[in-house]
């Protein structure tokens, strides 16, 4: 079982609202992230969470904040966002967070900022 | 130089044809390699890792490396239109905990 749960499945929100995008799996695995996909653009990486804790941040705005709570709950918090930052919002899990790993998506949350 | 490169396409085959999807990097420390199909609208679904030089077969599905090149390839025999899709090439250097991604090739599989 490679399943990686997202919530919710579509999100509109205003410039000035705050909402969090929620990624679960169950699969023991102990690296985690978050991915932004633009229409006919590859994924871009924006946050890797390895054991729990955040080690990779792209430069990515604080206006996306993202939280690990336990090992197989990934959050991100958006706040104040723009309308540019309407995407596919990609969570992926992998066993760990080494190279020799596969990582596998889960359905993505479509966003809209209005 | 992009780090990942592959053919935009679009790519299109008939159906049951051989279609042949390749894939450069420029990292040399990369070491390990993955497939990806994304179907319109949706998330991307893993189909081959291959960490080996060689190729490595999955039902319909070889992927090839050669390290030496830098080049990684994937071939789908018996193409279906189910296939339609584009199928991006991830990169993986040893020692990092990212994936780079190519910017994917679009498959058209006509019946």
């Known amino acids: 079982d490679t399943e990686v749960t997202q919530t919710p499945k579509h999100l509109v929100m205003g410039m000035t609202n705050k909402k969090s995008l929620k990624c679960e799996q169950h699969?023991?695995?102990?690296?985690m992230y978050w991915y932004k996909q633009k229409a006919k653009k590859p994924p871009e990486l924006m946050f890797v969470y390895s054991y729990e804790k955040l080690s990779i941040n792209e430069s990515v705005p604080s206006r996306f904040s993202p939280e690990c709570p336990n090992s197989s709950l990934l959050n991100l918090h958006l706040h104040a966002l723009q309308p540019e930052d309407s995407a596919l919002y990609l969570c992926?899990?992998?066993?760990?967070?080494?190279?020799?790993?596969?990582?596998?998506f889960g359905p993505g949350t479509r966003l809209l900022v209005l | 130089q992009k780090e990942v490169e592959q053919n935009s396409g679009p790519l299109s085959v008939p159906e049951g044809a051989i279609a042949s999807l390749n894939c450069t990097y420029s990292d040399r420390g990369s070491q390990s390699f993955f497939w990806y199909r994304q179907y319109s609208g949706k998330s991307p679904e893993l189909i081959m890792s291959?960490?080996?030089?060689g190729d490595k077969e999955d039902g319909r599905f070889t992927a090839q490396l050669n390290k030496a090149s830098q080049y990684v390839s994937l071939l789908i025999r018996d193409s279906q239109p189910s296939d339609s899709a584009t199928y991006l090439c991830a990169v993986r250097k040893g020692g990092s905990e990212k994936l780079v991604f190519g910017k994917g090739t679009k498959l058209t599989v006509n019946p």
């Open positions: 992926a899990s992998s066993q760990d967070p080494g190279s020799r790993v596969e990582q596998y």
């Open positions: 699969m023991g695995h102990r690296a």
């Open positions: 291959i960490y080996s030089n």
